[in-house]
Nanobody, 117 residues
Framework: QVQLVESGGGLVQAGESLTLSCVASGSIFRLGVMGWYRQAPDKQRELVATITSGGNTDYATSVKGRFIVSRDNAKNTVYPQMNNLKPEDTAVYYC???????????WGQGTQVTVST
């Protein structure tokens, strides 16, 4: 099992920045893709950004150019640096991890990000 603990959520004003972090623990061998998803009220969970163990990244169109995802493999941690936040970025943000060669998803408990106008 892999346990994921997120931190860094909170309330910010539009235009400000926020950085989340997610630390993986437990059976953390062969961690593959790490990333972030988000779910706003009455909406489906959607991809925000992912990063492979080799550093290849993928972003949702809505956050491209504003968010930067990075990871520290030595610390089993993944970060999204979220810049120029907008009210539509308000959501619960979930950390996601898959092992290399596996389609099984591990999820964190989520952290709330609220962007006010």
């Amino acid at each position: 099992q892999v346990q994921l603990v997120e931190s860094g959520g909170g309330l910010v004003q539009a235009g400000e920045s926020l950085t989340l972090s997610c630390v993986a623990s437990g059976s953390i061998f062969r961690l593959g893709v790490m990333g972030w998803y988000r779910q706003a009220p009455d909406k489906q969970r959607e991809l925000v950004a992912t990063i492979t163990s080799g550093g290849n990244t993928d972003y949702a169109t809505s956050v491209k150019g504003r968010f930067i995802v990075s990871r520290d493999n030595a610390k089993n941690t993944v970060y999204p640096q979220m810049n120029n936040l907008k009210p539509e970025d308000t959501a619960v943000y979930y950390c996601n991890v898959r092992r290399q060669g596996s389609a099984y998803n591990y999820w964190g408990q989520g952290t709330q990000v609220t962007v006010s106008t």
